[in-house]
């Protein structure tokens, strides 16, 4: 797999905070040592990261179309995890599961987008299946503005398999369809629960949706039909967020 290229203070300073171990190499411009470079320099130094200086023309081939703020690092490729991390994960956990399933997501845009959003929410980890979904790769991470390094994103063999072994734990799959007959404003998801957002278009596939115990919607007052994932995984999750900050007993036992 090819070394990735983050740019820019932000996505930097995300990457020397979360996930160092990834970085090869730290480039900064030569001459460039404002007060936001100073800071990120000694977060490398507390890292033991060296940086190396280049002109600025070096940072704009690196970066390409990117604005890279006059910072960059070259990483190894982010990787995701599997079914066994996923046990591990739930095993160890104190509170309720708050999990984010992805049934087809493949813009890498939009799987930055909503690891972003998970991140927000307080959700534990995103799930997806390994074949028909967006890998974790540099735009990912530059959409999720940190959220990827923090946010475990697990691949999964079989999706509905995995559904299975997270009802057997308790948790109740709420799958999101717009022929529902239930507002996602009417449905209790204040207990131990996955969120499973489709693809764009096509939605949730056949068997993921058989694998759901319920099913909500977004009301929609205007001449679209669907929202964004991305926009509609944040409609959800905050709503679920917010029935959480109630208070009030989850459902299932």
């Not at 480039?27 to 007060?35: M, T």
């Not at 390994?130 to 540099?138: C, H, T, V, W």
């Amino acid at each position: 797999m090819q070394d990735e290229i983050l740019f820019g203070q932000h996505a930097v300073r995300t990457a020397l905070k979360k996930d160092a171990r990834r970085i090869k190499r730290l480039l900064v411009q030569k001459g460039r040592r404002d007060e936001r470079m100073q800071q990120l320099l000694s977060l490398a130094a507390e890292v033991h990261i060296r940086p190396q200086e280049v002109d600025r023309r070096e940072l704009e081939r690196l970066a390409g179309d990117g604005v890279h703020q006059g910072v960059l690092v070259v990483c190894e490729p982010m990787r995701s995890h599997d079914e066994s991390f996923l046990e591990q994960l739930l095993d160890s956990l104190e509170g309720q599961p708050l999990l984010l399933v992805l049934d087809g997501v493949t813009d890498p845009h939009n799987l930055g987008a909503c690891l972003r959003t998970a991140d927000a929410a307080g959700v534990q980890a995103v799930i997806a299946p390994k074949d028909k979904s967006a890998p974790l790769n540099a735009t990912v991470s530059k959409v999720a503005c940190g959220a990827a390094e923090v946010v475990p994103y697990v691949q999964v063999t079989n999706l509905a398999r995995t559904l299975q072994s997270l009802q057997q734990r308790g948790i109740w799959i709420t799958g999101t369809a717009g022929e529902a007959e239930q507002l996602v404003y009417e449905a209790d998801l204040k207990g131990p629960m996955a969120l499973v957002m489709g693809a764009e278009g096509k939605g949730m596939r056949r068997l993921t949706r058989e694998h759901c115990d319920q099913l909500v919607k977004i009301p929609m007052a205007g001449e679209v039909s669907s929202l964004n994932v991305s926009v509609a995984t944040g409609v959800c999750l905050f709503e679920a967020v917010r029935q959480r900050c109630v208070g009030a007993a989850p459902r299932r036992e």
